[in-house]
């Protein structure tokens, strides 16, 4: 394994961490819906966009602009209204860990004004498999702490994707299932070998596990066909969970991983100076190399030698990406 540094960003406090996480994902959102010149990129008031992202008016306003432009000129428009049209359609595809990381996207993401949940795909990393009104699910979790907070009514409701509760009891029967949800949602199997999200947002337990890949579980680690496994008997928390896979998280446009607290600071040393360890995340750092990013508190960090960064937030107003 060569070494592959991933971008690593240090934060004093929680706080820090929350807000910038909140940045870089509603970036990613506006790269992905290409709508960075319509929002403003820190907003936390102001004009508001509806459920599908833009604003229906916004959009056909663009759609007779470009119409009597063209009858003015004689041209045929409908290429380029089929263009906006697209983009309207577009969504953002986002995969979420359990545990802090929904706390973390909780203080962050739920004051910003900017996030056109209308337009998110929201699928899970990984699911404990247990009742969903059980302290322990992920969905559950991500449910009583974001989705049922987000005012819907200005901002839209977003597509959740989680498992099959009624198949809690059959591991493989619900990755399964959960495989097939996914397929659907990115447009076949045929036609695509690896679903690609927009956003994959990890956490990383103490004990190494990211998602519900453990390090001693090589053979979940070495999958290479199946999108999402079953996992049973995990070491820590429920025993048995659903997971997805190393290289759907390495196909990701971006992987993110947020850590923070004292007790992942060996962890995160084995990561970032012992990548030859082959912990799960130093498998991402090097598959998804150049697309990975870290949102650390300095707690995490102590002791650890890597190169920290500041991190900057964006300015979408000009996102050309
Ligand atoms: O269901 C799970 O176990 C999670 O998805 C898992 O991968 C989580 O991200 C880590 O355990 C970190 O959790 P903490 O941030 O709470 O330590």
């Not at 959960?178 to 990383?204: H, T």
Request: glycine letters at 8%; hydrophobic letters at 35%; aromatic letters at 8%.
């Amino acid at each position: 394994m060569t070494t592959t540094v991933p971008k690593v960003f240090a934060f004093h406090e929680f706080a820090g961490v929350a807000e910038a996480v909140a940045d870089h994902v509603i970036h990613a959102q506006n790269s992905a819906l290409k709508k960075g010149r319509v929002s403003k990129s820190r907003q936390m008031s102001g004009t508001s966009l509806n459920g599908n992202g833009s604003t229906e008016s916004k959009t056909m306003e663009r759609v007779n602009s470009v119409r009597s432009n063209a009858s003015s000129r004689g041209g045929n428009e409908d290429g380029v209204i089929k263009k906006i049209k697209k983009e309207k359609e577009r969504r953002f595809k986002i995969a979420l860990s359990g545990g802090s990381l929904i706390q973390v996207l909780h203080e962050g993401l739920l004051k910003r004004d900017d996030v056109q949940w209308g337009k998110w795909d929201i699928y899970f990393a990984d699911e404990r498999l247990v009742p969903f009104s059980s302290s322990e699910s992920n969905y559950g979790l991500a449910k009583r702490e974001i989705f049922d907070l987000i005012n819907t009514e200005k901002h839209g409701t977003p597509r959740i994707y989680h498992i099959d509760e009624s198949l809690i009891n059959d591991p493989q029967e619900c990755a399964d299932n959960y495989e097939k949800i996914l397929i659907k949602g990115f447009a076949g199997r045929d036609s695509v070998k690896l679903p690609m999200f927009d956003l994959f947002l990890l956490g990383c337990a103490p004990d190494g596990h990211i998602a519900s890949l453990f390090p001693n579980f090589q053979e979940n680690l070495r999958e290479n066909l199946a999108w999402v496994i079953p996992v049973e008997s995990a070491p820590s928390g429920p025993s048995n969970r659903i997971s997805l896979t190393i290289p759907v998280i390495c196909h990701s446009h971006r992987v993110t991983f947020v850590v923070e607290g004292a007790t992942k600071a060996p962890v995160i040393k084995t990561i970032m100076e012992r990548p030859e360890k082959g912990l799960p995340s130093s498998i991402v750092n090097e598959g998804a190399a150049g697309r990975v990013s870290w949102f650390v508190d300095d707690d995490a960090l102590k002791d650890v030698f890597v190169t920290k960064k500041k991190y900057k937030f964006y300015d979408d107003d000009n996102l050309t990406e």
